[in-house]
């Protein structure tokens, strides 16, 4: 069984910064790609970054390039997202996700295990 725990949300004012942490429980972790999507209010999930399962490979989507980074620690099973100068935009339920093999995608049907989501507002 493999589980997700997300952590790090929390209400930031605009050009503030947040560090979004997920933990992988169970199955090997270096062996799966990671990701974070989120989720506004009135709005569907989207992508924001992915990441291979060596950490060799990135992908953010583009609202977010240059202010978000996304990493992993092998060793700790847990991937990050490093959130500089946030903006009202980017208030949502951001979730991390998981699957299985090489490379990253963009595509939510890619991803195999959900975690259940961590709050970030960010204030005007």
């Known amino acids: 069984q493999v589980q997700l725990v997300e952590s790090g949300g929390g209400l930031v004012q605009a050009g503030g910064s947040l560090k979004l942490s997920c933990v992988r429980f169970g199955r090997t972790f270096s062996s799966c790609a990671m990701g974070w999507f989120r989720q506004a209010p009135g709005k569907e999930r989207e992508f924001v970054a992915g990441?291979?399962?060596?950490?060799?490979?990135?992908y953010a989507t583009d609202s977010v390039k240059g202010r978000f980074t996304i990493s992993r620690d092998n060793a700790k099973n847990t991937v990050y997202l490093q959130m500089n100068n946030l903006k009202p935009e980017d208030t949502a339920v951001y979730y991390c996700?998981?699957?299985?093999?090489?490379?990253?995608?963009?595509?939510?049907?890619?991803?195999?295990?959900w975690g259940q989501g961590t709050q970030v507002t960010v204030s005007s």
């Open positions: 996700a998981t699957f299985e093999g090489w490379g990253t995608s963009t595509s939510q049907s890619a991803y195999k295990y």
């Open positions: 990441i291979s399962n060596g950490g060799g490979s990135t």
